[in-house]
């Protein structure tokens, strides 16, 4: 069941609100009242827009670090605005992430020429004995849970595409947003690669959008952070393999993921969305409760150091609405506060920009192809050459795990035909609230100091509607903050920079996971006919419109860019199944051969797996959760890391648990 933390009954303080429909309400006045915390804000951006003031839209000016330009006003200045600055909080975050990691030089990651003198001096014996592919959520537990088994620690690496993102200087004005997509967006270079070692993968398809993080910790850079549990019915569908059609089987995974990244809820109620979130809860008749987040929300989840159980050093969160964008504090939880710092500990080797093109058996186990991105300052450029290992672990994600398989597929890899099928957008969907008039005070302030009312965590609570009914009917309905870095755009287009009372509603629910990847020139692309027309996304604008209009706000469906979805959340293309017919991994993530002879092994129930070839992450999810998606991936990952030590073929690599 959803983790549920306390009472999930609204609290009002300083709002006379009675559930009346919202929308009726002037902005200023009737029941619900806007806090006068705003008005600094709004006065600020009033004077902003006018004057050529520095302030970046939600944001601060930080005297004596910006450049003011008093001659520009109107849209000029709302660009100048666009500016960002070296903040004392930015400053803080990057020395805390440096003394962290100082054993290691201040950062997790390895030298390339490490790399490059280990495949030269390997001799006849493979490279690594483990090697894994991603250090999102699946291959940052495998290299943090396989290292504490392993006979040799340091023979494990983990090759990771992105580069290493230290908190402080992740982008927070537009421009720096827009150079840190891996490829081109819009115009004639749309899905060209522009920035390899771009921090947000965003894929653009002809029906789906989908976006996910790249760089050392995967999407975790870059998420909300939001910690939820399935419902366990979700568990009793038929796309699971029959291991796991009963949640207990995850049961213990679960708490251990939840214990590692150190999960809470928010004490009381603090920002204004919350609030007026709760209150259209409230109104619509939907329960309302705070999600558990990874972030440090207080000194009591710290040590006297600001160092978290992991010993990395975390500030408590400030409340700046930017965790979509990455955390400048050095508050919110990733992987690179906990996963990743135990498997450093145990020796692992981490070599990041260093992207996985394709693999394939060989003699000592898998020779895998690489293309390292040198950064030279002005140009970005590839390496390429290959390593073998023993045994692989794949955890680049949904796209990234079936795009190398379907590539090792045409290099002759014999996987289930199942491979790119049941692709899932986790039900997603996405609106923007314009003007909404229960004042929501959710746009990102970054790390500056501000002197108005905080914004709070990108999503602090989740709203259940239509709970107890058939599954394609669930949605949760999740308020989120616009991060500062997206403010100045969705000014532009919205044609007015005064966006403050802009909220977002995140949805997440249930789809048909009838999606399929593709390769299409040697790229990942998503595949749904018929998707835009369907029920479910009718159902998804429909809730939608409903908030909108409770929270009294304007909600139109923003096709400047195509009449297309959009999902944070994808799921499957290597699902778990019971056999090569209905699956590419079994539920311990080990690969279905569609082959025999050298290399293939028989698993638990009589299945040909391939040895030392695995899956964890999100790829291997059959069907859409219904709840935000990485506690389940953690969950899963753990438990096949745990088995992992008793498979016979990995005793020569691991301590078994006995
Ligand atoms: C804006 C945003 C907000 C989100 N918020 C939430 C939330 O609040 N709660 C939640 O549960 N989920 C959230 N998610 C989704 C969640 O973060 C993902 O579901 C989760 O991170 C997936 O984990 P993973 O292990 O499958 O892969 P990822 O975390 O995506 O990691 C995959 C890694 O593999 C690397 N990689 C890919 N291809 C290659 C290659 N060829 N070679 C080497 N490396 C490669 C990538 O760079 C990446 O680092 C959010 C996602 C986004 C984009
Ligand atoms: S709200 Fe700001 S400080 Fe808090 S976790 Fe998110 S990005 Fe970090």
């Not at 789809?511 to 159902?539: C, M, Y």
Request: aromatic share 8%; glycine share 10%; proline share 6%.
């Amino acid at each position: 069941m959803a983790k549920t933390n306390g009472s999930h009954k609204p609290e009002l303080a300083g709002l006379n609100c009675e559930p009346t429909s919202f929308a009726e309400l002037p902005a200023n006045g009737g029941r619900v009242k806007p806090l006068p915390i705003l008005t600094p804000r709004r006065q600020f951006l009033t004077q902003a827009t006018t004057a050529g003031a520095v302030l970046a839209t939600g944001g601060i000016s930080t005297p004596g670090l910006a450049t003011t330009d008093s001659t520009k006003h109107g849209v000029a200045a709302f660009l100048d605005k666009s500016k960002t600055f070296d903040s004392s909080l930015k400053q803080l975050a990057r020395q805390d992430y440096r003394r962290s990691f100082q054993t290691w030089g201040g950062q997790l990651s390895n030298s390339p020429d490490e790399l490059f003198h280990a495949i030269r001096n390997g001799g006849g014996e493979p490279t690594y004995d483990f090697l894994i592919i991603g250090s999102g959520y699946g291959g940052s537990i495998l290299a943090a849970r396989l290292s504490a088994q392993a006979h040799s620690p340091d023979r494990i690496a983990i090759f990771e595409r992105g580069r290493e993102w230290v908190p402080g200087t992740f982008p927070d004005r537009f421009s720096d947003l827009s150079a840190q997509t891996r490829e081109t967006i819009f115009g004639p270079q749309r899905k060209q690669l522009q920035n390899p070692l771009g921090l947000f993968d965003v894929r653009v398809n002809d029906e789906i959008d989908v976006m996910a993080g790249s760089g050392l910790g995967g999407t975790s850079l870059i998420n909300a952070s939001i910690a939820l549990r399935p419902s366990p019915d979700v568990f009793w569908e038929p796309e699971w393999p029959s291991a796991l059609r009963d949640m207990a089987a995850l049961e213990p995974y679960y708490e251990l993921t939840e214990l590692t990244l150190d999960m809470g809820t928010i004490p009381g109620t603090r920002t204004r969305k919350v609030q007026a979130q709760q209150q259209v809860a409230e109104f619509l008749g939907y329960r309302n409760e705070r999600t558990w987040l990874s972030i440090a929300l207080n000194r009591a989840m710290l040590d006297a150091e600001s160092r978290n159980r992991h010993g990395v050093i975390q500030r408590p969160c400030t409340y700046c609405g930017d965790c979509i964008t990455g955390c400048n504090i050095g508050a919110k939880g990733t992987l690179t506060t906990s996963y990743l710092p135990l498997a450093k500990r145990n020796g692992v080797r981490m070599f990041t920009q260093t992207e996985v093109r394709y693999l394939e058996p060989c003699a000592v186990g898998w020779r895998v192809h690489f293309t390292h991105w040198q950064d030279n300052g002005r140009t970005i450029d590839p390496v390429h050459d290959c390593v073998t290992t023993a045994n692989v672990v794949l955890g680049a994600g949904s796209l990234g795990t079936t795009e190398l398989l379907l590539r090792s597929q045409q290099h002759g890899l014999s996987v289930s035909s199942r491979l790119g099928c049941k692709w899932s957008t986790n039900g997603d969907g996405l609106g923007i609230l314009r003007k909404a008039k229960t004042c929501p005070n959710a746009v990102g302030v970054g790390a500056y100091p501000i002197d108005f009312a905080p914004v709070g965590p990108s999503v602090e609570t989740t709203t259940f509607v239509n709970e107890h009914g058939p599954l394609l009917e669930r949605l949760l309905i999740q308020e989120g903050a616009i991060p500062r870095a997206a403010a100045n755009f969705f000014g532009l287009l919205f044609g007015n920079p005064d966006i403050d009372n802009t909220l977002a509603i995140l949805a997440v629910g249930h789809d048909t996971a009838e999606g399929k990847i593709r390769l299409v020139d040697n790229r990942a692309s998503v595949f749904w006919p018929g998707v835009q027309d369907s029920e479910h996304r009718a159902r998804l604008q429909r809730t939608i419109a409903r908030f909108a209009e409770a929270h009294g706000a304007n909600y139109r469906v923003i096709r400047a860019f195509g009449d297309r979805l959009s999902t944070v959340h994808p799921l499957g293309g290597c699902s778990m199944g019971d056999s090569t017919e209905s699956g590419v991994v079994n539920h311990l993530g080990q690969v279905f051969a569609n082959c025999g002879g050298h290399g293939v092994e028989i698993d638990h129930e009589g299945q040909s797996v391939y040895e030392g070839l695995y899956v964890a992450d999100g790829s291997i999810v059959p069907r859409s959760l219904g709840a935000n998606p990485y506690l389940t991936i953690c969950a899963l990952s753990e438990r096949i890391a745990f088995h992992m030590p008793n498979t016979p073929s990995l005793a020569k690599f691991l301590r078994s648990w006995g």
